[in-house]
Structure formats: structure tokens, C-alpha cells
């Protein structure tokens, strides 16, 4: 099973095991993990499911999709070029097993 670790600005975790194919976005919502909104639902349309995935995952994950490309600049936290990523489009034992992000902290009002 999936092992997803959610760094919050105030250094707590929240980590989540979420059934296979179920979104980074979605396993947050789940549980509720605190900054991540998802707004629209997981249709690729807001950007409040933005994170910045740490260094060590980066390229374990599949490339970012040009629909993504464009989301990420709308995103209320500057975007980090390598590390944005939005949890929508990321899926539990398909793109990973293990992952650990950082939530940006404008998004934990």
C-alpha cells in the first residue's frame, strides 16, 4: 500500500495509506489534511492542491502534463520549478508507493 507524508508549515505530519489509484488530492480530503482544498475537484481547474514534493521523490513521479504546466502558474505560493506539482494528477501505486510533500503555507490559512 501507498505511503504518502504531508509536511505542514508548523513542522507536524500527516501521514496517509491510501487505496490503490486514489490521488494525492483526494487521500488529503479523506482525512482531512490541512492546505490541501482542492476546489475543483480534482478536474485540473484551481491549483489549491499544489504542493512541493520533496527533492529525494522529484523523479520517481511521472513528468508534469502540459494542462499541469499551465495550473502551476496560477498557484497562491510562488512555484518551485522542480519540486511544484499538483496532487490531482498523482496517483497511489500507480505514479508511487512512497511520497512525502510540503504543503506551501499559504495555502494553510
Do not use: W
Given at each position: 500500500?501507498a505511503?504518502?507524508?504531508f ?9 496517509v495509506?491510501?487505496?490503490p489509484?486514489?490521488?494525492i ?16 475537484g480534482g478536474?485540473l ?14 523523479d ?25 506539482r ?6 497511489a501505486?500507480?505514479d508511487?508507493d512512497?511520497?512525502e510533500?510540503?504543503i ?6
Amino acid at each position: 500500500m501507498a505511503k504518502i507524508t504531508f509536511h505542514q508549515p508548523d513542522g507536524s505530519l500527516d501521514v496517509v495509506e491510501p487505496p490503490p489509484g486514489t490521488s494525492i488530492m483526494r487521500a488529503a480530503l479523506g482525512h482531512p489534511v490541512k492546505g490541501i482544498i482542492g476546489e475543483c475537484g480534482g478536474n485540473l481547474m484551481c491549483a489549491t492542491c499544489h504542493v512541493f514534493v520533496r527533492e529525494e521523490f522529484v523523479d520517481g513521479l511521472p513528468p508534469i502534463s502540459e494542462d499541469e504546466e499551465d495550473m502551476l502558474e496560477c498557484t497562491s505560493e510562488p512555484r518551485d520549478e522542480r519540486r511544484s506539482r499538483l496532487t490531482c494528477k498523482i496517483l497511489a501505486d500507480v505514479d508511487f508507493d512512497l511520497v512525502e510533500v510540503d504543503i506551501p503555507r499559504t495555502q494553510t490559512f
